[in-house]
């Protein structure tokens, strides 16, 4: 069945820096999505987001998987250290991160905008 697609996220988080699903994967791909942008995220401890994201349109979602990951805004950083902790943040929050340590990280982010690279 060409509409079920079965992987495994470190192997498939390869081609579009973590990215699983969403605008960017070809039409006909089960993973094709503008409704949603799915990320697998592995940082190597004191790995660092080179610039701030600002003016963001989209709401994201994080969770950690494993790890300790601190999530940056311009008010505050919330420190993710317990597996299945989250954070959400709606459209137009500048944000940034930092992985504390070896940090495994779930990122939802809707709607799927064409137009943002995600290479």
């Known amino acids: 069945m060409s509409e079920i697609y079965v992987g495994n996220a470190d192997p498939d988080a390869l081609a579009d820096r973590g990215w699983l699903l969403g605008h960017f994967k070809p039409e006909g791909d089960p993973r094709h999505s503008t409704d949603v942008e799915i990320k697998w995220g592995r940082h190597p401890r004191g790995d660092r987001r080179a610039e701030w994201v600002r003016g963001e349109d989209r709401t994201a979602l994080l969770v950690l998987i494993s790890g300790c990951f601190h999530m940056e ?23 940034s991160w930092f992985a504390a340590e070896e940090s495994v990280v779930l990122t939802v982010r809707w709607p799927s905008v064409p137009g943002y690279a995600v290479r």
């Open 73 to 95: 805004f311009p008010e505050r950083t919330v420190v993710l250290d317990k597996q299945g902790d989250y954070v959400v943040w709606p459209r137009g929050v500048d944000h």
